[in-house]
């Protein structure tokens, strides 16, 4: 090849390496090589270890409106097992919804007050780790 060719502009040529490989799985994920370098001294290892997920993970405070819509989905689900025949002969339909409806009016409290419960447990806890 003559050295003073040279490519047609059409066609685009890099010297330039990767600089990391990526590769997906069966499930679609992409999956990272992770670290290629210098292995990572013990404080680092340490860190790693104590920033796990669980510990940077909240608990939302709880809210009148997700312990209606927990309830609504449980009241929707007591429906559906009345429609279906679950507890016994065919329930009429307008006894469906009146049950629905008392199960809404009854799930809803019970929700707030389980979620507050697990709110206030969960605040106690982290109280006590960063105290002691």
Known sequence: MD?????????AQT????????????????ETRGRTGRR???EELRGR????????????PPSWNSAFLKSALMAALLFVFTRIGLFGDQVPLEQSFVLCAFAILLYTPLAYVT???V????????QQQQSG
Do not use: C, E, L, M
């Open 3 to 11: 050295p003073g060719y040279r490519y047609p502009p059409s066609v």
């Open 15 to 30: 010297k330039r390496k990767r600089r990391s490989k990526h590769r997906g799985n069966a499930a679609g994920q992409i």
């Open 40 to 42: 990572p001294t013990d």
């Open 49 to 60: 270890a104590s920033g796990s997920s669980r510990g940077r993970r909240r608990i939302k």
């Open 115 to 117: 979620d507050r419960w």
């Open 119 to 126: 709110y206030n447990r969960d605040q106690r806890r982290r």
